[in-house]
Each structure stands twice: as structure tokens, then as C-alpha cells.
């Protein structure tokens, strides 16, 4: 019978492409991994690895049996867990990975409902940036599904057979310091925040790219007196009266006092809202999980 511990190093080493980087990530030294796939291949009678002076290869039959592992543990975990369930204990666990703002805002009010808690599932949750997260999805992964956003046409690198689910969009609203007086009804024009001090975006994302972009076509080159990738600090920022700053509306649910909204609409932005999904996550799970964030959270449309 074939050691689950070893499949489960197996997956790893498919993985992450060695027997030293499988090791961090599971507690062995790259001897013991070694020794555990070489105790596998003589238990199946199969060449799983080409290994050489400098490096190792999975072969086909490494990379199926892989495959094939995750399913397996994923099936075991949930037998588990089922049993666990008839002592009280959670029925299952789903592993979630979300951006900042949606871990600060929408996994809170999820685990907050009764809709949610009726349903017995534990969730294990990982807070990055998408590009911290989505990895996490691939076959074997540490995630079932990602909370991510989309920025412009910025691309998603997405791992074979992730599946997408479209939650909505998430404008941008353009904010300065109350102290400011600026009037949050009256339809303001890009030349009277042309030479506001602004709080921007860290360079060289994505997202400060767009956001760059459209400035510049607005005919706005900001005097920058700050750069964030935290959007709590920005607002707090603003509302001590530091500069003006575009932030997502989900960013905003719980803003401080001392914000104005106003309206440019010469440099209006929204993001997409996604839901990822790995191949391999529990379907059952999966679809819970996206029926109740639907239900507790109605994302405003741009």
C-alpha cells in the first residue's frame, strides 16, 4: 500500500522542481526527501525522477502520479474531516486566498453570517496580493479558490484549469481632506486637482501603470507626496490632510472621518472583482463559498 506521507512529498517535489525546495516546504532535508522518493519508486517499481550531478526531472509517470496524489489527499482530508464532523467539529476546510481589502472587509462579514456558520466549513485564509495568491491554485496548490481583482487589462497569470467567477466591479472614488471644504456634490474638472499634492500608488505595479496612464491623459502630472500599496494608510493619510488620492470603494467601507468624496469624472476607474477556483478544489465547497459571498456582499457598479 502506498504512503500517503510519500505522495504527498511527491506532489511537492513535482511542484516545486527539487528535493531541497519540497523539503523547506515540508520540514524534511533534502536527504529525507530523496530517501522517501526512492522508497515510492521501489513500492510502485517505477522511475519517477532523472536525476543527474546537477539537478532532477519528474518523468510523465512522476507528474500523473502526482496528479493523481492530490485528488487523493484532497478525497482524504475530506473523509476526515466528515468524521470529525459527527464529534462537532468542522466538516470541512477551504482554503482561501484574498487581496488586502477583500480579507479586511469580505471574509469578515462571510464568517460573520449565519448563512455562512450554518454550514459548518472552517475556511484557512492566506492574504496577499494576487500575485502573492493565484499560484497557490495550481494542482497540488495550498489554495481551493482566490479572491483577487483585475486592474485595466493587466493580465491574471492563471494556472492551468483555473476557473473564473465575475463578482463585479469596484470604482474608484477620487477623495481629499475634509479640511479642504471642496464640495462633494459639485462636478469638479482634472485642471482643479491638476496641482493638488497627491498620494499615488507604489511604482512599478501593475497598477500604478493604469492609474499613471490616466492621469496623464487627463493632463494631470501629480506633485506625489506619497507613495502607499496600503489603502487604510492611505485614507488616514488624506484625512490628516496630506493629499488627495484615488481609493476602491471596498477600500472605503470603513473610512475615517475627515474625507470628502468629490466627483472628476475626466479620471474615473474601476476594477474587476474575480472569484478563482483551483481544478482540483471540492466543487460542493466551492460553490458554497461563492453563493455566500454574493449574498453578503453587493459590489456598487462603476
Known sequence: MLNIVHIRTLTEVVRLGSFTAAGNRLGYTASA?????????????????????????????????????????????????AG?????????????????SAATFIVPMLLDS????????????????????????????????????????????????VTKTWLGEDPFQIIVPARWRMDSA????????????????????????????LLANAGIHPRVVAFSDDFQATLRLVAAGHGIAMVPSLAMLERPAGITVIQVPQIALSRQLIGLSAEDAPADLVAAFWEAVGQKYQPKNA
Open 33 to 81: 526527501v530523496s530517501q522517501q522518493m526512492a522508497s515510492l519508486e521501489r513500492e510502485t517499481g517505477i522511475q519517477l525522477f532523472v536525476r543527474s550531478a546537477r539537478s532532477i526531472q519528474p518523468t510523465p509517470a512522476a507528474q500523473a502520479m502526482s496528479l493523481h496524489g492530490v485528488k487523493l489527499m484532497r478525497e482524504a482530508e475530506l473523509l476526515i474531516a
Open 84 to 100: 470529525n464532523s459527527a464529534g462537532g467539529s468542522h466538516e470541512a476546510t477551504l482554503r482561501v486566498g484574498a487581496f488586502p
Open 114 to 161: 449565519q448563512v455562512w456558520q450554518s454550514r459548518g466549513v472552517g475556511l484557512l485564509v492566506t492574504i496577499g496580493e494576487p500575485s502573492a495568491t493565484v499560484p497557490g491554485l495550481r494542482a497540488g496548490g495550498e489554495l481551493d479558490v482566490c479572491l483577487v481583482y483585475q486592474l485595466g487589462e493587466s493580465g491574471l497569470v492563471l494556472p492551468q484549469g
Open 186 to 213: 459639485a462636478v469638479v474638472g482634472a485642471n482643479d486637482v491638476a496641482g493638488m499634492p497627491w498620494i499615488l500608488h507604489l511604482r512599478g505595479s501593475s497598477d500604478s501603470s493604469v492609474i499613471d496612464s
